[in-house]
Every structure is written in structure tokens, then in C-alpha cells.
């Protein structure tokens, strides 16, 4: 039998311009976790945000943990936190021994919902709490609904961190996801939209705060002829290697956000037939950037997510579920979860429904045609079996 090269969900997708930066590292010597092209990589990131400065750092998960330690976040403080998302968005609220809160997403972006986090605000109000902070994700590339956010959180007085490790590139009426909180955060991990491997970023207007933060990422290193130490610091910066390859991805992102696209378009116009699928919606005013492909299988329709998973997987096709909240984290059980209305909460529906489908900027039309082909194979029998089930 012929082997079949395996389809990854979404793989580094180098430009091949990143040898020459990496290059231009070695012969400058700069091999260290600081230098020219960290500076370089920054400012190109926070000029394409439109915010005014960068911190370049290890990982999307420093970058939220320094936002924390940066606003101030205590032991024993609570940090509202979106419950559909990644568990690294809410790990570093751990790391502070604050208390996370959970809020539910709504139907529309799949995000927070702005109710679940109105009640949330009106409880913590009522116990005499404030929360310290909230972290917004914005989930596949696509934004939550920024305005209402903003302004129930303006209204609270509370500053907002935009989890934006999936949303580079994606805009919310014009402005660049991640620029509109307080602070930003962007993830260059192997799997996201661009990557320097392994990476992050805090984004800000408040030049202060990230000075702050290169310096708390450096070991919190004084300004003396010493090693003199007065704050507790990290060993979170970025190295002058990796900014390289980011300043060579930076080049292109604009075309990966094009591709994902057209990716996410392909598999619109071959499968919108197939009853009880339904794609990730793209809100009003809002550009996704179409990080991964993401649709939810209706209830009914017979076949689940984990049954279209092991159909694609013999054809050595890796899909995935849509995150799993966190508030159903056995890690996080003790901790309060808001949600809008009665009944099952969205953030769960979309994780029982929900299901992630290859979306490397590298895959060929070929390999996409091969994923959709066994997604009719599967989807045809089981919806065929439902409909004549529901007829008879
Ligand atoms: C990838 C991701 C992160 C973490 O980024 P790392 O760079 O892997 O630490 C945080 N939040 C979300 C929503 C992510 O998808």
C-alpha cells in the first residue's frame, strides 16, 4: 500500500528568508537572549499591532504571567478569564496564587460572552471583590466582542489583557487584535500563525510597563556595576536567534492570514451542503484570521467529532476537538464559572460539537482536497442514515 504523507493540523510554515537573519546572528555574534534583531523584532511587531511598544519574550504564557505581575496581581486576587481557550491562558493566574473566574463564551464569536461577564462584574461587586484583571482570548482568530467588553470593564474599572496568541493578524473594526486592551499577547509557538519556533510577546502603548517588562523578564538585573537585585525576576526574554526568524515571519504574515483564508473558504464552498455542519462564524466588523478551520456537527446529526477524528485519522489525518473549558479542568474545579443563561453552558456545547480541521498555510489544494473527500465519505453515510431515519 502506497504511504500516504501525514497531514499536520497546522505546522511551522517557514518563508526561507529566515536563514539570512539567523546569518546575519552568526556573524554579528549576537547569539545571546538579548540584541539587535530582539530590538528589531519588537518593533516591528508593536508597528503592525499599532501599539507603541513590544516585549519580546520566551513563550505567549510569559508574556501573559509578566501582564499579570505587571498589573499588579496578588495572591488571593481574582482574575476574570474566558473558559473556552487554551489552559496556558489561565496557568500564570495559578502562578501568582490569584483565583481565576470563569466566564462563558457566546453562540456569535465563540468568545466571552459580554452577559456572563456583566453577572460575573455584579457578584464580585456584591462580595466586595474587584477583580485585578480579565483575560480575553480570542479563540481561532476570530475577536470577541471587544466593544462590550470594554465597556463593561471600563465601567468596572478593570484592565483587560488580550490573549491574542491565536489572533495575530485578525482585526476587530480596522484594529489589530491584541492592540486594544491594556496589554496584548502574542504566541510565535510552532503551531500558530507564524513562528519563531517558541516565542512570545506583551504588547502596549504604556512604554513604561514594557520596560518594566524586558527588565523583570531579565532576571530584574539593576542598573549597577554589579549583579545588584531588589525585585524578583524571570528568565523570560526571547533570544536574538529566534528574533530573526521572527522578523522573517513578520514578512508574510499578512499572506498567511490570505491563505488561512482561502483555506478556511475551501472547505466552506465543498462542505456547506452537508447538513448539521456549521463553520465558525466570522462577527460582524471583525476579520478573522482563520488560524484553524473550526466547525461545530449538530447534536443530531449521528455522528460526533471523536467519530470524524478517527475517520480522518486512518487516512493519517490529524484534526483535533475544540478546547475543552477550562472551568470542566479538573485543575480548576474549584474555582467559580459564570454563564449567561440557564441550560448547558455554550462553552460546552462547543466543546462536544466542535471540531478543528488542518489548516497549515503549506498544505496543498491536492492534500485539502484529500481531508474533504473523506469528510463527504464519512459525513455522507451517517447524514443519509439520519435523514432516512428521520423520514421513515
Ligand atoms: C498558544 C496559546 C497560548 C500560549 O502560547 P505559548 O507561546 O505556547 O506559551 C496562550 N493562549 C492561547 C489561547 C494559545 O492558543
Known amino acids: 500500500m502506497k504511504e500516504r504523507k501525514r497531514i499536520y493540523l497546522s505546522p511551522p510554515h517557514m518563508s526561507g528568508k529566515e536563514y539570512m537573519k539567523i546569518e546575519e546572528a552568526f556573524k554579528s555574534n549576537w547569539i545571546a537572549p538579548l540584541g539587535p534583531l530582539v530590538n528589531e523584532f519588537e518593533q516591528v511587531v508593536a508597528d503592525y499591532a499599532g501599539v507603541k511598544r513590544g516585549a519580546a519574550l520566551s513563550s505567549g504564557t510569559a508574556a501573559i504571567h509578566l501582564a499579570l505581575k505587571l498589573i499588579g496581581v496578588q495572591k488571593g486576587d481574582v482574575v476574570f478569564c474566558s473558559t473556552l481557550t ?55 482568530g476570530q475577536s470577541a466582542k471587544m466593544d462590550d467588553i470594554v465597556a463593561l470593564c471600563e465601567a468596572y474599572d478593570v484592565p483587560i489583557i488580550e490573549d491574542a496568541a491565536e489572533s495575530l493578524g485578525a482585526l ?18 510552532g503551531n500558530k500563525i507564524i ?21 523583570l523578564a531579565s532576571q530584574a538585573r539593576e542598573r549597577a556595576m554589579h549583579y545588584e537585585h531588589q525585585e524578583m525576576g524571570y528568565n523570560y526574554r526571547m533570544s536574538n536567534l529566534l528574533a530573526g526568524v521572527g522578523i522573517a515571519q513578520m514578512d508574510v504574515l499578512d499572506e498567511r492570514v490570505e491563505q488561512k483564508r482561502r483555506i478556511f473558504q475551501r472547505y466552506q464552498d465543498a462542505l456547506s451542503e452537508v447538513e448539521g455542519l456549521h463553520f465558525m462564524p466570522e462577527y460582524q466588523g471583525t476579520k478573522s484570521n482563520r488560524w484553524l478551520t473550526t466547525l461545530t456537527i449538530d447534536h443530531n446529526a449521528q455522528i460526533s467529532p471523536v467519530d470524524i477524528m478517527a475517520a480522518l485519522e486512518k487516512e493519517q489525518i490529524e484534526a483535533r476537538r475544540v478546547w475543552k473549558p477550562l472551568h470542566q479542568q479538573p485543575l480548576f474545579r474549584d474555582y467559580p464559572f459564570y454563564t449567561a443563561a440557564k441550560g448547558t453552558p455554550e462553552s460546552e456545547l462547543l466543546f462536544e460539537t466542535g471540531l ?37
Not at 181 to 187: C, L
Not at 195 to 215: K, N, P, Q, W, Y
Not at 368 to 384: A, C, M, N, P, S
Open 86 to 140: 487554551f489552559v496556558a491562558s489561565a496557568n500564570p493566574i495559578l502562578y501568582e496564587q490569584a483565583t481565576p473566574i470563569f466566564i462563558d463564551s457566546e453562540r456569535e464569536t465563540w468568545n466571552m460572552c459580554p452577559l456572563a461577564l456583566e453577572k460575573a462584574f455584579v457578584e464580585a461587586k456584591r462580595l466586595g471583590q474587584k477583580p485585578r484583571a480579565v483575560i480575553v482570548v480570542h479563540l481561532y
Open 172 to 189: 476587530y473594526k480596522g484594529r489589530k487584535s491584541g492592540s486594544i486592551g491594556r496589554f496584548g499577547v502574542y504566541s510565535f509557538n
Open 195 to 215: 513562528t519563531t519556533s517558541g516565542g512570545g510577546m506583551l504588547v502596549s502603548d504604556d512604554e513604561e510597563a514594557i520596560e518594566h517588562c524586558r527588565f
Open 356 to 392: 478543528c480541521l488542518p489548516s497549515g498555510t503549506s498544505m496543498t489544494d491536492t492534500e485539502q482536497d484529500r481531508i474533504i473527500d473523506t469528510l463527504h465519505d464519512v459525513l455522507r453515510e451517517k447524514t443519509f442514515t439520519s435523514s432516512q431515519a428521520a423520514r421513515s
